[in-house]
């Protein structure tokens, strides 16, 4: 098959996995409420991420205090993953 498509596909598996760590991250940061999410290495991380997340906090509001809505985000980012994964795998063989 085309070396781009190989290349597009991926190149596209390891920016979900990137995100996905970034997406961790930023979760694991959230349980500490001293951190200035203005600072520098912060913010560019709230940045990066916030926009995703935003699109699953309109759909799931936060229940007693409690955000569920990164939980529904991480399970799609690892099912696209997975899916990009096989589809790597079928255009390689």
Avoid at 16 to 42: E, H
């Amino acid at each position: 098959m085309d070396t781009a498509v190989v290349l597009l596909i991926t190149t596209l598996a390891q920016f979900l996995q990137i995100y996905s760590v970034l997406l961790f991250i930023r979760i694991l940061l959230s349980w500490f409420p001293n951190i200035n999410w203005y600072d520098p290495p912060f913010s560019i991380l709230s940045q990066l991420t916030d926009p995703y997340l935003n699109i699953f906090r309109s759909f799931i509001p936060p229940l007693g205090g409690m955000d569920f809505s990164p939980i529904l985000a991480i399970v799609l980012l690892n099912v696209v993953s997975s899916l990009l994964a096989s589809l790597q795998r079928a255009v390689v063989f």
